[in-house]
Structure formats: structure tokens, C-alpha cells
């Protein structure tokens, strides 16, 4: 665990500098918005956490897509990335190429069916679990996947404010 605590390193912050923190992690402006409001009751990193997701899940739907919208494709190569995406689909990026291969032919799949790309907290995982994950979610109705796809984001944002410290 970090010595200082998610919270505290926010609450240090001009709000313009927070603002752009904040939209580091989650790429939303509602979200941001409400999180700049409440922060003040996020007196831990796990209610700070805790808001986040609750912030997000409350967020509409279509919030929820222009959010999605902001992230690369797992295995797209073409799309510039930044550093922190980068990292976060290392396991993809090291992946034979067939299975990169096999993850690009499943992102069209999927977002040809769900209308929205695929989704997914990468870190720690591999090419081969990420495409095992994106198969199975390919069965999935698309209000159920959109869901899915929110909580993911979820995961993706607390690992970042965790990386903030």
C-alpha cells in the first residue's frame, strides 16, 4: 500500500489539475463532475473507490458508451495509445500473433453485435484469457454485455486512481 492515500494526493490538488486527474481515470465529464462534488466525503481510498464506481454505474447509459468510446480496442495496434492504456493491454500486446489476430477478428464480431467496442480491465491479463473472456461475452444479450462493459470501466477506473499515489 501507498504511504499516502488517494484522497488526500486528490484533495492537493487546483481544481483545474483535479479535473484532469480525474478525467485520467474515468474519460467522462459527468462522472468528473459528480466526483468534484462529493469528494469531500471520500474520507478513505475505499469510500473514494466505492464512489467511483457508484458514480459511474449511475451514470446513463449513453454516458456509459461515450466512455467506451474513448478506449482503444484490446489488440488494435493501429490506434495511437497512450502510455497508460499501453500498459494496462501489455497482455495483449505480447501475445503470439495469432491470437492478436484472433482478438482483432472478435472485436468486429462484438461490436458489430453489441454496437459498442469490447471492454475489459486487461491488466494482469493475458492475450489468450482476454480472448477467452471476449468469446464468451459474444453470448451475452447486449443489455446484459452493456452492463458488463460499466463494470469493467469500473475496474479500469479504481486501478487507475490506485495507480495515482
Known amino acids: 500500500m501507498h504511504s499516502d492515500s488517494i484522497s488526500r494526493y486528490l484533495s492537493n490538488k487546483i481544481r483545474s489539475d483535479l479535473e484532469s486527474t480525474l478525467f485520467s481515470c474515468c474519460p467522462n465529464r459527468q462522472w468528473v463532475s459528480a466526483m468534484m462534488a462529493n469528494l469531500p466525503a471520500a474520507t478513505d481510498d475505499d469510500k473514494l473507490i466505492e464512489m467511483a464506481t457508484t458514480t459511474f454505474m449511475g451514470l ?15 489488440g488494435d495496434q493501429t490506434k495511437s495509445h497512450q502510455k497508460i492504456e499501453s500498459k494496462e493491454q501489455s ?3 505480447t501475445a503470439p500473433n495469432e491470437i492478436q489476430e484472433n482478438m482483432r477478428n472478435l472485436n ?7 454496437g459498442f467496442i469490447y471492454l475489459v480491465c486487461a491488466t494482469g491479463k493475458s492475450g489468450h484469457e482476454m480472448v477467452s473472456d471476449i468469446r464468451n461475452r459474444l453470448l451475452s444479450s447486449r443489455k446484459d454485455e452493456l452492463h458488463k462493459a460499466a463494470l469493467e470501466q469500473t475496474k479500469i477506473t479504481a486501478i487507475r486512481l490506485r495507480n495515482l499515489v
Do not use: C, N
Open 91 to 93: 497482455g495483449m500486446s
Open 108 to 114: 468486429v464480431e462484438y461490436e458489430r453485435k453489441f
Open 60 to 74: 446513463e447509459s449513453d454516458q456509459w458508451l461515450a466512455t467506451f468510446a474513448t478506449h482503444p480496442k484490446i
